[in-house]
């Protein structure tokens, strides 16, 4: 089973392929459902702002800050596990966004823990 993502700070990271930046880290999570005291990233979410790019007509090409939504589905995952009703997001998974070039995909590439999805803590 995949390792689960976790919400910022966790360090989780995301390769985004764009021109402007080296990746970007994990976003917002669950409040109340944690892996190694950080709330796990579920279907929905958004990763952290980061430069992709942009095209403007002053300076031309550029690179402008923007946000992707984590896409896990049950269609595109081989996981049928949920946090807070929404699919629990891991690595390999990946966020939807656009940029300069149309649709964006940014996959997780490196989760900073070593526990599957059988070991999640749920508060309350």
Not at 40 to 53: C, L, T, Y
Not at 117 to 124: A, R
Request: charged residues 25%.
């Amino acid at each position: 089973m995949p390792l689960v993502a976790r919400e910022r700070p966790s360090g989780d990271h995301c390769a985004t392929h764009h021109l402007c930046d080296e990746g970007c880290t994990t976003g917002g999570g669950s409040s109340n459902v944690f892996v190694q005291g950080w709330g796990v990233v579920r279907q929905g979410d958004k990763n952290d702002a980061h430069p992709a790019p942009d095209y403007d007509l002053k300076s031309a090409f550029s690179c402008k800050n923007h946000t992707c939504t984590m896409d896990v589905t049950e269609e595109n995952s081989a996981r049928r596990v949920y946090a807070n009703n929404l699919l629990i997001a891991g690595k390999g998974d990946e966020y939807l966004g656009h940029d300069l070039f149309g649709e964006t995909k940014e996959d997780i590439d490196d989760v900073k823990q070593n526990l599957n999805y059988g070991l999640v803590y749920v508060d309350g």
